[in-house]
């Protein structure tokens, strides 16, 4: 929708050229939350898209994925043989309640700066292991693990003017085997409760639990847990406060499909025999 | 900056915060629509360098240098798109408001995602047809029959006249049109639920530059209205002011700003500094009678039609035929439970709006977004105290109604605008207007008891009914006492008994809502007649069977009806009962579902008046013209209901000639006339029983002027094709058109309905359903609907309507809910957090007809617009309790809510 306070878009092409930050500034990265609600607040948009951050770089230890990287862009990315965890890219983009077509414009930054509970992006790059690098308003830089960017729904560690950059995801984190449920109230629905699960190779599990939360939940298993010992875990550290209401599903029924997804995720993992 | 629009370079230069989609149709590609404006809901999607786009999120400088495709350039020079032309074949349309963009994705699918249309298409919502018309657009099948023979167009599958219109683009909705010095207005809501407006200090507002005016209830006529639009006023309270000095609902409108732009007006709403004097405010219906509860229209009383205003009661009835009391005694079996229907929206996907202006004649102009251009016209003369001749109401193409648009929602702003400035003047509702300020389906506490004899026969049934109407009463009496009719009429039954209360609230009003009340109460009563039939160990077909009316019987509900109208022109309800019961008991591939998943069928059935009670008016005008075609003017309005090709269908059949000799001319006050309104599902029972009597005596007088002409014997005269045929002379109409030009006596003739007697149709749904015990999921496995439509006018437009009933329907019983919290606030207004049936959302729909023909309807044809969404949460209801052994009674049926009881009953 129109944007009817905003009088000026500012096109920096370098950091050195990102303007003072002032009262009434936002960030435009894809823009497609920002221009899908009333933003009264605001008079200028600082325009992303001129710093032409690269998309995705990958180095000998990480995947670089930039704030400014938009979902098909992602999801269109040829991953290695080896990266066992790279179908958990295309789930989670499908995992999105918009579709094929706002993808195109849609970024990872924006989705996590966002912060909502189902935000796929904030999945993804939790269960990766990513580290958001975040240029402060002061001029310097921060790093902050993903599962601890996001701090509750729509919240984050971000101060006004903090500027996200990039996330790093490590080459070891997509190189384990990796499960992923979801599940909403309608087939293509928002995620009510989204869990990833990774199996690293001396057996250790990992269970990232989002969208059912207010912010994602890791729980870590050093030796592959048995259906109790994972069911006690998540009872005992997800505790009933944290689970997200709203209209994409009540708190109750989230707890008990985290429950559900994370055993079906231990059974594909441990190849066990589901219950 | 420079960017190029299907081919032209354009130089204009888009403002800073402006999205791609206002850029574009105010450089006049009114093809690109505004559904929500938010990125839900795909209607303003363009291609961007050939990939799909959704406008309204795409900023407006991002263009720069850029190559757009709208619909209007999707064909190129060579005519339609091939994806234009399929959704011509398949007719994938209704309203058409989502066509454009529909089609524009459409035409970008590749491969993988045409084998994921549910994925594919989630970013695109139709409100009207329930998708399967448009899977077959993708899927190449055509369903338009190719050619149909002079006079046999009735009961056809012709296509829509506005189809190439629609799929090119062309058609013209609502605010599909450019006026110079055009001024906007924006309206100042209240955020609270109940306040008296103390004093607005307009003086900041006005010094926003481009503002024109500040319009308050100082500003507005002071009479008493409602917005509910009926051809008797009678029928709905005065209780509703243009701009009122009372506050009564969050949402509810308080100050109107005309100004040059929408951003001028935007800027001036918030300069506006209102003192509230915040009053008590009563959100919960059930407290609304209670001792003590805030009184919301202290001052109406029953000469404003408000039943009891100090209860907070606007509308109530109360009868008893028989003895129900007596009777559940000694009844064999009995069932009694209460039932909860919740807050859902219509979603037209075309907001509320319209535009207004004066003419050179003194005419003041109203061209909106309505379903009753005629009513509207009346109030607006009404109040501002016009000649009924100086004032104009009229739309063209409509973006789906479903009764949302029976109502004034903003045309007497519009009018108070135009008269204050001068100027033409525009409002267009934002989605979040229309979800916290026009009007709603009225949630509803329906009570139940119900008994039966050993042999299935009913002994009793009792309803009780608390509607909830919002802030004002609009379409509060009529809905309680619709809800209360029907739904018991079609069973026969000894001791009947009702009591209804339509209470208000502080929240936003309820209103006209496709169905009318009947799916609220028909949850309630279905129900009723299964338990009862499960608890004799009778098949629910069968126990209905047993119980239902057939002709000769009476439709009685209590209280007497004063209107005594209602007959039995055709009955077909057997029949869909049979037809819904063989198909479900059909072999049926089912998917390969784990144990987890239990299985269940449900059936409900609903009876429906054919015409709402009381009058209902159309006026027709047929015209033969000197090319031998012929000008048909009816009053009704399209919006996706197929009225205009039945129409045509009535018209050139009656006259034995082809469609494309009618050319229809509609909704439109200036074309004189009266028309009651597209509503109560009367644009084919009433005003194409109109078209039919013109076009009858058209063609009497066609036979009649030949005869003259050749001084023959009229009775040897016939109509063929475009001529006048008698014995072995022939004289085309073209002919005939000159030869009454020159005797100065233009061949042309009036129709009129009044809406009476009346006749009834049937609808009876069936549904076997999967429900995981273990997360609450459910899956439809099959869908069956037959109705009871007379002749069918046109199968394939009639399958449209019923497979898009369905479709609205499931939103309501699975997905859809307005969220009303404490403080009376709607928590999600907008499309992301009030789910819409998408394409993965609908099952396909199995759709059935019986062969009957109504002796009242035209050509044997009833209506079926509302009454196949009527039976649908029933059967889904019926169908979940046969699934899991639990009677779930407060739909939406998700997951999160069937889980406890689940739970409960089937552990982890």
Redesign the interface.
Known sequence: ?????????AHPQTRSQLPVWTSGDAW?A???WL???PQ?H?TR?I?L?DLKWPALTITDTHLIIAATCTISQLDALACPADWLAAPLIGQCC?AF??????W??ATVGGNLCMSLPAGPMISLTSALDGVCTIWKVTGSEQKIPVVDFVTGNQRNRLTSGDLLRQIDIPIASLKRRSAFRQ?S??????S?ALLIGSLDADGALTLTVTASTVRPIRLLFPKAPDASTLRAAILEQITDNLYHT?????P???K??T??LAEEIRGELLDTARP | MSLEINGTIFPQEP?????L??FLRELGHFGVKKGC????C?AC?VLLDG????S????A??AEGRAVITIEGLGGDNGAHPMQQAFLDAQGFQCGFCTAGMIL?CASLNQA?RTDL???????ICRCTGYRAIEDAILGKTNVEESVEAGAAFGRSLPAPAGPDVVSGKARYTFDTAIDRLLHIKLLRSPHAHAKIVAIDKSAALTVPGVHAVLTHDDAPSMLISTARHEKDWMDPEDTRILDDVVRFIGQKVAAVVAE???AA??AC?RLKVAYEILPALVDPEQAMAPGAPIIHPDRTTENRVADAQRNLVAETHGEFGDVASALATSAVSYEATFHSHRVQHAALETHGGLAWLDDAGVLNVRCSTQVPFLTRRALSDIFKLPMDKVRVFCERVGGGFGGKQEMFVEDILALAALKTGRPVKLEL?REEQFIATSTRHPMRVHIKAGADADGKLTALQLEVLSNTGAYGNHAGPVMFHSLSESIAVYNCPNKKVDGFAVYTNTVPSGAFRGYGLPQTLIAVEAAIDELARQLGISPYDMRRRNIVKPGDPMLSPPPSEFHDVLYGSYGLDQCLDLVERAMQADTPQPDLSPEWLIGDGVALTMIDTVPPAGHIADAMIALNDDGGFDLTVGTAEFGNGTSTVHRQIAATTLATTVDRIRLRQSDTAHGGHDTGAYGSAGTFVAGKATHAAAMQLATELKAAAAGAWLCDVATCMLEEASVVSGVRRMSFAELAKLARERGQPLAAKGNSDGTPRSVGFNVQGFRVAVNK????LKILKSVQAADAGVVANPMQCRGQVEGGVAQALGAA??E?M?IDGTGRV??P?F????LP?F??VPRTEVLFAETSDAIGPLGAKSMSESPYNPVTAALANAITDATGIRFTAPPF????L??AL?DKFG?
């Open positions: 929708m129109d944007l009817n306070t905003i009088t000026a878009v435009l894809g823009g497609t221009f899908s609600e009264v605001l948009l325009d898209t499908r309640l918009a579709s094929f077509k706002i195109k414009t599940i109230l309608a087939p293509v629905g928002r009510a709203d209209i994409h599903g009540k109750l029924w989230r008990h499909m429950l559900r | 403002r800073a915060g402006q999205c989609r206002t404006d938010a990125g839900d795909g999607t990939e799909p786009v959704h309204c999120l795409i900023p400088f991002r994705t995602q549910g994925g594919a298409l989630k970013g695109n732009s929408e951003a935007e800027e918030r934002t273990g997360t609450g999921e699975l997905y809910e969220v928590t999600n907008k992301r957090d009030y789910h998408s993965a959302d998700k997951p999160d809510r889980f406890p739970h982890a």
